[in-house]
């Protein structure tokens, strides 16, 4: 890798890490959503708490109008600090919404109370009715994930490789995979 590539590189992870702390940190005071429909599902991303929700949900309730991009952010005071008064928070918008609009009675049938996602160091793995799921990633991993991106560029590599190395990478691909079946469990 050129010396330029090399530099580039790393000042691009840099600064995705500098971001990711502002938005950890802009994530216990502020919820923010982005809400996006791609044919038949409705795909969220949610940053709250420390952690960042994905989610896709398949043949959703809600009208297609709703939903064809947005970006809401509301403060997290100490009330909606709870996933019941968050559930309370979302009706009382959902009746505001069917006040404005003819179709807001499919908005409140789609809200359920939910239980709070169990989570395992901050990562989590939740179905959701209607049929979804929803991916809870906490913010510390993609910090240190974007910062050793960062780094990797200036560790010295060889194009040869040791049986060590290759038992060592498939260990931790297997580890991977694993944590992944039994969250997915």
């Not at 994905?54 to 970006?71: D, E, I, M």
């Not at 959701?128 to 974007?146: A, D, E, Q, R």
């Not at 498939?170 to 039994?182: D, P, Q």
Request: hydrophobic share 50%; glycine share 4%.
């Amino acid at each position: 890798m050129t010396r330029r590539l090399r530099i580039a590189v790393s000042v691009f992870f840099a600064v995705l890490t500098v971001l990711l702390c502002v938005l950890w940190l802009r994530s216990y005071w502020w919820r923010d959503a982005a809400y996006g429909r791609t044919n038949s599902k409705l795909i969220h991303a949610i940053s709250r708490e420390g952690q960042i929700e994905l989610g896709r949900f398949a043949k959703p309730n809600y009208p297609a109008s709703l939903y064809t991009g947005q970006f809401l952010h509301t403060r997290l005071t100490e009330e909606l600090r709870t996933v019941e008064k968050q559930m309370e928070h979302l009706e009382t918008m959902a009746k505001q919404m069917e006040h404005q609009m003819t179709v807001g009675k499919s908005i409140r049938a789609s809200i359920q109370r939910r239980p709070e996602p169990t989570t395992i160091v901050g990562f989590g793995l939740y179905r959701t009715n209607p049929p979804g799921i929803s991916l809870y990633v906490p913010y510390w991993f993609l910090v240190l994930l974007s910062a050793a991106f960062a780094a990797v560029p200036w560790f010295p590599y060889s194009r040869r490789f040791s049986l060590r190395t290759l038992l060592i990478l498939v260990t931790l691909l297997a580890v991977a995979l694993g944590l992944a079946m039994w969250l997915a469990a």
